[in-house]
C-alpha cells in the first residue's frame, strides 16, 4: 500500500520561506511523477509544482509560484521536496502531495497547512 508522509508547513510572515516534504513508501513502479498541489480557503485544489522520476527531473510550475518555488527529488528516498521562497497571503492553502504512478494511478497526501500572515 502506497503512503504519502508530508512534513513542514506552518505560519509565516509575507517575504518569509517554508520547505515542506513529503516521503512516500510502499511498492510502486520506477516511473512516476511526483508534486505538490494546494487548495486555498473556498478554491478548488489547484497545481502547485510537478517533477517527473526519470533522468534529472522534469519540472513543471505554476505561473503563480514560478521564481519563488523550487521542487526537487530524491529519488533513493522517494521523496519531493518544495522551496518556498518571498510567500504572500495568497500562498495561504492547505497543500497536498501527490503521486502519480503510470499504469497504476495517482495518491495523495494528508495535507500540510501553509499560512503566510503577519
Known amino acids: 500500500q502506497v503512503q504519502l508522509v508530508e512534513s513542514g508547513g506552518g505560519l509565516v510572515q509575507p517575504g518569509g520561506s517554508l520547505a515542506l516534504s513529503c516521503a512516500a513508501s510502499?511498492?510502486?513502479?520506477?516511473?512516476?511523477?511526483m508534486g505538490w498541489y494546494r487548495q486555498p480557503p473556498g478554491k478548488q485544489r489547484e497545481l502547485v509544482a510537478i517533477?517527473?522520476?526519470?533522468?534529472?527531473?522534469?519540472?513543471n510550475y505554476a505561473d503563480s509560484v514560478k521564481g519563488r518555488f523550487t521542487i526537487s527529488r530524491d529519488n533513493a528516498k522517494n521523496t519531493v521536496y518544495l522551496q518556498m521562497n518571498s510567500l504572500k497571503p495568497e500562498d495561504t492553502a492547505v497543500y497536498y502531495c501527490?503521486?502519480?504512478?503510470?499504469?497504476?494511478?495517482?495518491?495523495w497526501g494528508q495535507g500540510t497547512q501553509v499560512t503566510v500572515s503577519s
Open positions: 517533477i517527473t522520476s526519470t533522468g534529472t527531473g522534469t519540472t
Open positions: 510502499g511498492s510502486f513502479a520506477s516511473l512516476y511523477r
Open positions: 501527490n503521486l502519480w504512478v503510470v499504469g497504476t494511478g495517482s495518491y
